[in-house]
């Protein structure tokens, strides 16, 4: 029992460090089209307070994660490993967006993500920070489109996924990437096989 309590307790201590099935990255563990995961169609408001949604990504492909501003821990990894891919696959002359969902909505109000993106380097012709929604509505996108967990905990951090999911331009999630690997290589080959 005393087991039980310590691994619980763990569980809701690592916050947004808890890393979903990290592995080193074949193109068979990208894949994710078994899972069925479709994006429920949706309408947010990007960084610069405008409405976005599946409207503007129809026909497209585009990489999404959960990211929030104020994020301790893996995020400082995550949004900077996107950027990296964001560029790659500009200088590749692939066409595809990037989205990030905030889960902490609260907090990251359109400013708040203009400032983050801008800071982070991201292009924001094809990257797009989202919000405008409340907590419970990013919990349930998070869980009803890329099958992940979005949930706070008593301190300043908030669980969620550290993937990237690779969406077709039909609306299916088709890859999962690990948003913490360092080497993309393996990555950036897959995308580059899958998107053009």
């Known amino acids: 029992m005393k087991l039980v309590s310590v691994i619980v307790l763990a569980f809701f201590l690592s916050g947004c460090g808890w890393v979903y099935q990290v592995g080193s990255g074949s193109s068979s563990e990208y894949d994710f089209s078994e ?26 492909y585009w990489l999404a994660n959960m ?45 708040q993500l203009l400032s983050y993106g801008t800071n982070v380097g991201a292009d924001l012709n094809s990257w797009q920070f989202l919000t405008g929604y409340t907590q419970d509505e990013i919990a349930a ?7 992940s967990v979005v949930q706070e905990t008593d301190g300043d951090d908030i669980v969620h996924s550290t993937r990237f999911f ?25 995308l580059l096989e899958t998107v053009q």
């Open 141 to 147: 996108f998070a869980k009803d489109s890329f099958k």
């Open 67 to 111: 990211i929030f501003t104020y994020c301790p821990t893996v995020c400082p990894t995550m949004t900077p490993n996107m950027q990296r891919l964001q560029a790659t696959m500009q200088e590749e002359g692939v066409e595809m967006s990037f989205i990030s969902f905030t889960v902490d909505p609260e907090r990251d109000t359109a400013e």
């Open 35 to 60: 899972a069925q995961a479709e994006v429920i169609p949706f309408e947010f408001t990007n960084q610069n307070g405008e409405t976005y949604g599946t409207e503007q990504l129809e026909g497209k």
């Open 166 to 190: 690779l969406v077709d331009p039909n609306g299916q999630v088709i890859r999962r990437y690990d948003g913490l690997q360092t080497n993309q290589d393996s990555i950036v080959e897959d």
